[in-house]
Protein backbone atom coordinates (compact mmCIF):
# COMPACT_ATOMS: atom_id res chain seq x y z
CA UNK A 1 0.00 0.00 0.00
CA UNK A 2 1.45 3.61 -0.61
CA UNK A 3 1.03 6.76 1.53
CA UNK A 4 -1.10 8.23 -1.52
CA UNK A 5 -3.89 5.68 -0.93
CA UNK A 6 -6.92 7.38 0.54
CA UNK A 7 -7.70 6.34 3.93
CA UNK A 8 -11.24 5.35 3.36
CA UNK A 9 -9.52 2.94 0.96
CA UNK A 10 -6.86 2.17 3.02
CA UNK A 11 -9.51 0.72 5.66
CA UNK A 12 -11.23 -1.74 2.86
CA UNK A 13 -11.21 -5.61 3.22
CA UNK A 14 -11.30 -6.56 -0.62
CA UNK A 15 -13.33 -9.63 -1.54
CA UNK A 16 -10.88 -12.60 -1.73
CA UNK A 17 -11.93 -14.86 -4.51
CA UNK A 18 -11.48 -18.50 -5.19
CA UNK A 19 -7.85 -19.66 -5.55
CA UNK A 20 -6.76 -20.42 -9.20
CA UNK A 21 -3.58 -22.24 -9.03
CA UNK A 22 -1.76 -22.84 -12.12
CA UNK A 23 -0.75 -26.27 -11.21
CA UNK A 24 -1.55 -28.41 -13.62
CA UNK A 25 -4.01 -31.78 -12.74
CA UNK A 26 -5.48 -30.88 -9.78
CA UNK A 27 -9.26 -31.45 -9.49
CA UNK A 28 -10.28 -27.77 -9.35
CA UNK A 29 -13.89 -28.09 -7.53
CA UNK A 30 -13.32 -24.38 -5.35
CA UNK A 31 -15.22 -21.77 -7.50
CA UNK A 32 -18.46 -23.31 -8.62
CA UNK A 33 -16.73 -23.42 -12.85
CA UNK A 34 -18.27 -26.02 -14.96
CA UNK A 35 -16.36 -28.74 -16.34
CA UNK A 36 -17.72 -28.65 -19.63
CA UNK A 37 -16.31 -26.02 -22.51
CA UNK A 38 -18.66 -23.88 -23.63
CA UNK A 39 -21.14 -24.52 -26.15
CA UNK A 40 -19.69 -25.75 -29.88
CA UNK A 41 -20.47 -23.27 -31.58
CA UNK A 42 -18.94 -20.29 -29.03
CA UNK A 43 -15.34 -20.61 -30.86
CA UNK A 44 -16.29 -20.05 -34.24
CA UNK A 45 -18.64 -16.99 -32.94
CA UNK A 46 -14.98 -15.26 -31.56
CA UNK A 47 -12.59 -16.23 -34.47
CA UNK A 48 -15.29 -14.52 -36.56
CA UNK A 49 -15.16 -11.57 -34.14
CA UNK A 50 -11.65 -11.00 -34.78
CA UNK A 51 -11.44 -8.59 -38.04
CA UNK A 52 -14.19 -6.15 -36.25
CA UNK A 53 -11.64 -6.05 -32.85
CA UNK A 54 -9.78 -2.77 -34.43
CA UNK A 55 -13.53 -1.04 -33.87
CA UNK A 56 -14.96 -0.45 -30.41
CA UNK A 57 -17.42 -2.86 -29.41
CA UNK A 58 -21.73 -2.56 -29.60
CA UNK A 59 -22.37 -0.51 -26.43
CA UNK A 60 -25.76 -1.67 -26.32
CA UNK A 61 -24.99 -5.55 -26.88
CA UNK A 62 -27.90 -5.69 -29.37
CA UNK A 63 -27.37 -8.84 -30.56
CA UNK A 64 -27.22 -10.27 -27.36
CA UNK A 65 -29.95 -8.62 -25.68
CA UNK A 66 -32.17 -10.14 -29.02
CA UNK A 67 -31.44 -13.35 -28.18
CA UNK A 68 -32.32 -13.01 -24.37
CA UNK A 69 -35.05 -11.08 -24.73
CA UNK A 70 -36.73 -13.83 -27.17
CA UNK A 71 -35.85 -16.69 -24.72
CA UNK A 72 -36.99 -15.08 -21.42
CA UNK A 73 -39.80 -13.13 -22.96
CA UNK A 74 -38.74 -10.13 -21.62
CA UNK A 75 -38.27 -6.69 -23.97
CA UNK A 76 -35.08 -5.52 -24.67
CA UNK A 77 -35.21 -2.52 -22.85
CA UNK A 78 -35.82 -4.40 -19.80
CA UNK A 79 -31.90 -6.32 -20.21
CA UNK A 80 -28.78 -5.07 -19.27
CA UNK A 81 -25.41 -7.06 -20.56
CA UNK A 82 -22.22 -6.71 -18.03
CA UNK A 83 -18.61 -7.83 -17.34
CA UNK A 84 -19.80 -10.65 -15.59
CA UNK A 85 -23.04 -10.55 -12.70
CA UNK A 86 -20.32 -8.60 -10.65
CA UNK A 87 -20.36 -5.93 -12.72
CA UNK A 88 -24.26 -5.53 -12.68
CA UNK A 89 -24.24 -6.51 -8.97
CA UNK A 90 -22.00 -2.99 -8.25
CA UNK A 91 -24.09 -1.12 -10.63
CA UNK A 92 -26.94 -1.82 -8.92
CA UNK A 93 -25.98 -1.04 -5.69
CA UNK A 94 -24.06 1.63 -6.71
CA UNK A 95 -27.23 2.81 -8.11
CA UNK A 96 -30.08 1.81 -5.31
CA UNK A 97 -28.01 2.62 -2.02
CA UNK A 98 -26.61 5.59 -0.39
CA UNK A 99 -25.35 6.69 3.11
CA UNK A 100 -29.33 6.60 3.74
CA UNK A 101 -30.14 3.65 1.84
CA UNK A 102 -28.37 0.62 3.32
CA UNK A 103 -28.07 -3.04 1.46
CA UNK A 104 -29.88 -5.71 3.72
CA UNK A 105 -28.78 -9.38 2.63
CA UNK A 106 -27.90 -12.37 4.41
CA UNK A 107 -24.67 -13.39 7.09
CA UNK A 108 -24.45 -16.15 5.06
CA UNK A 109 -24.03 -15.42 1.08
CA UNK A 110 -21.85 -13.93 -1.37
CA UNK A 111 -19.59 -12.81 0.31
CA UNK A 112 -19.15 -9.37 -2.16
CA UNK A 113 -21.82 -7.52 -1.52
CA UNK A 114 -20.25 -6.15 2.30
CA UNK A 115 -17.44 -5.18 0.08
CA UNK A 116 -19.18 -3.17 -2.38
CA UNK A 117 -20.86 -1.66 0.55
CA UNK A 118 -17.32 -0.86 2.26
CA UNK A 119 -16.53 0.37 -1.47
CA UNK A 120 -19.51 3.00 -1.46
CA UNK A 121 -19.63 3.97 2.00
CA UNK A 122 -23.07 2.48 2.22
CA UNK A 123 -24.47 0.90 5.71
CA UNK A 124 -24.42 -2.86 5.46
CA UNK A 125 -28.01 -4.43 7.38
CA UNK A 126 -26.98 -8.50 7.85
CA UNK A 127 -29.98 -10.56 8.42
CA UNK A 128 -28.79 -13.64 10.09
CA UNK A 129 -30.57 -16.82 7.95
CA UNK A 130 -32.45 -19.44 10.36
CA UNK A 131 -30.27 -21.85 12.42
CA UNK A 132 -30.32 -24.54 9.76
CA UNK A 133 -29.22 -21.76 7.11
CA UNK A 134 -32.20 -21.54 5.41
CA UNK A 135 -33.57 -17.79 4.53
CA UNK A 136 -36.90 -16.72 6.23
CA UNK A 137 -38.68 -14.27 3.29
CA UNK A 138 -40.30 -12.63 6.46
CA UNK A 139 -36.86 -11.29 7.98
CA UNK A 140 -36.68 -8.64 4.42
CA UNK A 141 -40.69 -7.78 4.85
CA UNK A 142 -41.05 -3.90 5.26
CA UNK A 143 -37.19 -3.04 5.70
CA UNK A 144 -37.50 0.47 3.99
CA UNK A 145 -33.79 -0.55 2.53
CA UNK A 146 -32.56 -1.77 -0.57
CA UNK A 147 -32.22 -5.97 -0.38
CA UNK A 148 -30.32 -8.38 -1.98
CA UNK A 149 -30.79 -12.02 -1.64
CA UNK A 150 -28.74 -14.89 -3.66
CA UNK A 151 -31.10 -17.67 -5.09
CA UNK A 152 -30.12 -19.97 -4.68
CA UNK A 153 -27.56 -18.87 -2.08
CA UNK A 154 -23.76 -19.12 -2.24
CA UNK A 155 -22.22 -21.10 -0.70
CA UNK A 156 -25.33 -23.05 1.10
CA UNK A 157 -26.69 -24.35 -2.07
CA UNK A 158 -30.43 -24.09 -0.32
CA UNK A 159 -33.12 -22.22 -3.45
CA UNK A 160 -36.23 -20.49 -2.98
CA UNK A 161 -39.14 -20.87 -5.01
CA UNK A 162 -40.09 -17.28 -6.55
CA UNK A 163 -43.60 -17.18 -5.15
CA UNK A 164 -41.72 -17.33 -1.58
CA UNK A 165 -40.01 -13.88 -2.60
CA UNK A 166 -43.07 -12.27 -3.77
CA UNK A 167 -44.09 -11.14 -0.26
CA UNK A 168 -40.13 -8.98 0.14
CA UNK A 169 -41.37 -7.50 -2.97
CA UNK A 170 -44.51 -6.55 -2.14
CA UNK A 171 -43.49 -5.24 1.30
CA UNK A 172 -41.13 -3.10 -0.07
CA UNK A 173 -42.65 -1.25 -2.81
CA UNK A 174 -40.32 1.86 -2.53
CA UNK A 175 -37.17 0.16 -2.56
CA UNK A 176 -35.04 -2.31 -5.12
CA UNK A 177 -35.47 -6.03 -4.41
CA UNK A 178 -32.10 -7.85 -6.63
CA UNK A 179 -32.59 -11.37 -6.57
CA UNK A 180 -29.17 -12.74 -7.89
CA UNK A 181 -29.79 -15.78 -9.97
CA UNK A 182 -25.38 -16.69 -10.74
CA UNK A 183 -27.21 -20.57 -9.89
CA UNK A 184 -30.61 -20.52 -11.39
CA UNK A 185 -30.26 -22.55 -14.10
CA UNK A 186 -28.98 -25.82 -12.07
CA UNK A 187 -32.59 -26.01 -10.27
CA UNK A 188 -34.70 -28.88 -10.44
CA UNK A 189 -37.60 -26.71 -11.25
CA UNK A 190 -38.71 -25.74 -14.68
CA UNK A 191 -39.88 -22.40 -13.69
CA UNK A 192 -37.20 -21.43 -11.02
CA UNK A 193 -36.26 -18.26 -12.17
CA UNK A 194 -37.77 -14.85 -11.03
CA UNK A 195 -37.33 -13.25 -14.16
CA UNK A 196 -41.56 -13.36 -14.73
CA UNK A 197 -42.21 -11.57 -11.44
CA UNK A 198 -39.99 -8.55 -12.88
CA UNK A 199 -43.09 -7.67 -15.51
CA UNK A 200 -45.22 -7.78 -12.34
CA UNK A 201 -43.02 -5.62 -9.78
CA UNK A 202 -41.08 -2.51 -11.30
CA UNK A 203 -38.59 -2.98 -7.91
CA UNK A 204 -37.15 -6.53 -8.77
CA UNK A 205 -34.01 -6.54 -10.49
CA UNK A 206 -33.00 -10.31 -11.80
CA UNK A 207 -29.24 -10.67 -11.78
CA UNK A 208 -27.92 -14.10 -14.02
CA UNK A 209 -24.34 -15.06 -15.64
CA UNK A 210 -23.22 -16.99 -18.10
CA UNK A 211 -20.13 -17.93 -16.06
CA UNK A 212 -22.00 -21.30 -14.15
CA UNK A 213 -24.35 -22.88 -16.88
CA UNK A 214 -22.83 -21.52 -19.95
CA UNK A 215 -19.38 -22.39 -19.09
CA UNK A 216 -18.24 -18.58 -19.54
CA UNK A 217 -16.47 -17.62 -16.45
CA UNK A 218 -13.36 -16.71 -17.91
CA UNK A 219 -14.68 -14.45 -20.82
CA UNK A 220 -17.12 -12.18 -18.08
CA UNK A 221 -20.75 -11.97 -19.24
CA UNK A 222 -23.74 -11.73 -17.26
CA UNK A 223 -26.62 -10.00 -17.57
CA UNK A 224 -30.46 -8.43 -15.89
CA UNK A 225 -33.51 -7.95 -15.94
CA UNK A 226 -35.49 -5.72 -14.87
CA UNK A 227 -38.34 -2.77 -15.45
CA UNK A 228 -37.31 -0.27 -17.94
CA UNK A 229 -36.80 2.40 -15.32
CA UNK A 230 -34.57 -0.17 -13.31
CA UNK A 231 -32.66 -0.40 -16.40
CA UNK A 232 -32.20 3.16 -17.41
CA UNK A 233 -31.09 3.92 -13.92
CA UNK A 234 -27.93 1.39 -14.20
CA UNK A 235 -27.34 2.41 -17.73
CA UNK A 236 -26.61 5.79 -15.88
CA UNK A 237 -24.26 4.31 -13.84
CA UNK A 238 -22.55 2.39 -16.29
CA UNK A 239 -22.35 5.35 -18.96
CA UNK A 240 -20.60 7.05 -16.04
CA UNK A 241 -18.13 4.44 -15.61
CA UNK A 242 -17.51 1.62 -18.13
CA UNK A 243 -19.48 2.30 -21.73
CA UNK A 244 -17.47 -0.71 -23.25
CA UNK A 245 -18.00 -2.70 -20.68
CA UNK A 246 -18.31 -6.50 -22.62
CA UNK A 247 -16.21 -6.80 -25.06
CA UNK A 248 -16.84 -7.87 -28.93
CA UNK A 249 -15.23 -11.55 -28.51
CA UNK A 250 -17.07 -11.87 -25.46
CA UNK A 251 -20.42 -10.75 -27.02
CA UNK A 252 -19.94 -12.83 -29.66
CA UNK A 253 -19.89 -15.75 -27.86
CA UNK A 254 -22.36 -15.25 -25.57
CA UNK A 255 -24.92 -15.09 -28.81
CA UNK A 256 -23.38 -18.35 -29.92
CA UNK A 257 -23.69 -19.85 -26.40
CA UNK A 258 -27.78 -18.41 -26.15
CA UNK A 259 -28.10 -20.05 -29.90
CA UNK A 260 -27.69 -23.48 -28.25
CA UNK A 261 -30.21 -24.65 -25.94
CA UNK A 262 -29.74 -28.18 -26.80
CA UNK A 263 -26.35 -28.11 -25.37
CA UNK A 264 -27.02 -25.94 -22.49
CA UNK A 265 -30.04 -28.53 -21.70
CA UNK A 266 -27.47 -31.34 -21.63
CA UNK A 267 -24.31 -29.77 -19.32
CA UNK A 268 -27.09 -28.75 -17.09
CA UNK A 269 -28.82 -31.83 -16.92
CA UNK A 270 -25.15 -33.61 -16.63
CA UNK A 271 -24.57 -31.51 -13.28
CA UNK A 272 -27.66 -32.11 -11.66
CA UNK A 273 -27.32 -35.80 -12.75
CA UNK A 274 -24.09 -35.75 -10.45
CA UNK A 275 -24.92 -33.36 -7.72
CA UNK A 276 -27.44 -36.29 -6.97
CA UNK A 277 -24.89 -38.63 -7.03
CA UNK A 278 -22.76 -36.53 -4.64
CA UNK A 279 -25.13 -35.72 -1.78
CA UNK A 280 -26.29 -39.23 -1.72
CA UNK A 281 -22.76 -39.89 -1.89
CA UNK A 282 -21.30 -37.84 1.04
CA UNK A 283 -24.25 -39.02 3.09
CA UNK A 284 -23.20 -42.14 2.83
CA UNK A 285 -19.68 -41.33 4.04
CA UNK A 286 -21.94 -39.61 7.19
CA UNK A 287 -22.06 -36.08 5.56
CA UNK A 288 -24.24 -33.64 6.40
CA UNK A 289 -25.12 -31.97 3.38
CA UNK A 290 -27.73 -29.38 2.44
CA UNK A 291 -30.10 -29.50 -0.26
CA UNK A 292 -28.52 -27.68 -2.76
CA UNK A 293 -30.05 -26.10 -6.18
CA UNK A 294 -26.97 -25.01 -7.63
CA UNK A 295 -23.62 -26.83 -8.98
CA UNK A 296 -22.00 -27.16 -5.39
CA UNK A 297 -22.84 -29.31 -2.25
CA UNK A 298 -22.33 -27.71 0.89
CA UNK A 299 -21.66 -30.22 3.31
CA UNK A 300 -20.18 -31.05 6.60
CA UNK A 301 -18.36 -33.83 8.51
CA UNK A 302 -18.77 -34.62 12.67
CA UNK A 303 -15.06 -36.69 11.98
CA UNK A 304 -13.11 -33.77 11.11
CA UNK A 305 -13.06 -29.79 10.91
CA UNK A 306 -13.19 -28.25 7.73
CA UNK A 307 -9.92 -26.38 7.40
CA UNK A 308 -8.75 -29.79 8.11
CA UNK A 309 -10.65 -31.61 5.11
CA UNK A 310 -9.96 -28.61 2.95
CA UNK A 311 -6.15 -29.32 3.65
CA UNK A 312 -5.85 -33.02 3.16
CA UNK A 313 -8.28 -33.11 0.11
CA UNK A 314 -5.74 -30.30 -1.08
CA UNK A 315 -2.82 -32.80 -0.87
CA UNK A 316 -4.64 -35.37 -2.92
CA UNK A 317 -4.78 -32.92 -5.59
CA UNK A 318 -8.30 -31.71 -5.03
CA UNK A 319 -9.25 -28.10 -4.18
CA UNK A 320 -12.57 -27.35 -2.86
CA UNK A 321 -13.39 -24.28 -0.68
CA UNK A 322 -13.14 -23.67 3.24
CA UNK A 323 -15.17 -20.21 4.40
CA UNK A 324 -13.54 -19.49 8.14
CA UNK A 325 -16.22 -17.31 9.06
CA UNK A 326 -17.95 -18.77 12.76
CA UNK A 327 -21.71 -20.16 11.13
CA UNK A 328 -19.34 -21.22 7.91
CA UNK A 329 -15.90 -23.06 9.50
CA UNK A 330 -16.93 -26.34 9.92
CA UNK A 331 -18.15 -26.62 6.52
CA UNK A 332 -16.43 -27.44 2.45
CA UNK A 333 -18.15 -25.79 -0.33
CA UNK A 334 -17.68 -28.60 -3.22
CA UNK A 335 -18.83 -27.57 -6.84
CA UNK A 336 -19.93 -30.74 -8.68
CA UNK A 337 -17.56 -31.49 -11.75
CA UNK A 338 -17.65 -34.54 -13.95
CA UNK A 339 -18.87 -38.16 -12.45
CA UNK A 340 -15.16 -39.33 -13.09
CA UNK A 341 -14.13 -35.93 -10.88
CA UNK A 342 -17.06 -37.09 -8.07
CA UNK A 343 -15.57 -40.61 -8.19
CA UNK A 344 -11.86 -39.06 -7.58
CA UNK A 345 -13.49 -36.96 -4.74
CA UNK A 346 -15.08 -39.70 -3.17
CA UNK A 347 -11.84 -42.26 -3.38
CA UNK A 348 -10.07 -39.31 -1.59
CA UNK A 349 -12.51 -39.15 0.94
CA UNK A 350 -12.62 -42.86 1.98
CA UNK A 351 -8.83 -42.50 2.45
CA UNK A 352 -8.79 -39.40 4.34
CA UNK A 353 -12.05 -40.80 6.66
CA UNK A 354 -10.60 -43.98 7.27
CA UNK A 355 -8.18 -43.25 9.53
CA UNK A 356 -10.61 -40.92 11.72
N1 LIG B 1 -23.23 -14.05 -7.44
C1 LIG B 1 -22.94 -15.17 -6.79
C2 LIG B 1 -23.88 -15.67 -5.74
C3 LIG B 1 -21.75 -15.87 -7.07
O1 LIG B 1 -21.43 -16.97 -6.39
C4 LIG B 1 -20.89 -15.38 -8.08
C5 LIG B 1 -19.64 -16.13 -8.46
N2 LIG B 1 -18.57 -15.95 -7.64
C6 LIG B 1 -21.24 -14.19 -8.71
C7 LIG B 1 -22.43 -13.56 -8.40
C8 LIG B 1 -20.35 -13.55 -9.73
O2 LIG B 1 -20.32 -14.24 -10.92
P1 LIG B 1 -19.74 -13.62 -12.26
O3 LIG B 1 -19.21 -12.25 -11.98
O4 LIG B 1 -18.67 -14.57 -12.71
O5 LIG B 1 -20.89 -13.57 -13.20
Known sequence: MSRYLTPALAGLEPYTPGEQPRVQNLIKLNTNENPYPPAPGVAAAVAGEVPALRRYCDLNCTALKDAAAARLGVGAENLLF?????????????????????LAFADVTYGFYPVWCDLFGIPKHIVPLCEDLSLDPAAYCGLGQTIVIANPNAPTGRWLPPAALVPVL??????VVIVDEAYVDFCDAENASCVPLTRRYDNLLVVQTFSKSRSMAGARLGFCVGSAGLIADLERVKYSMNPYNVNALTQAAGAAALADEAYFRQTTAAIRAARTWTAAMLTALGFTVLPSQANFLFAKTPKMDGEGLYKALRARGILVRHFGAPRTKDWL?????????????????????LSK
Open 333 to 353: RITVGTPEQMQALETALREIL
Open 82 to 102: GNGSDENLMLAIRAFCDAQRP
Open 170 to 175: EANPDN
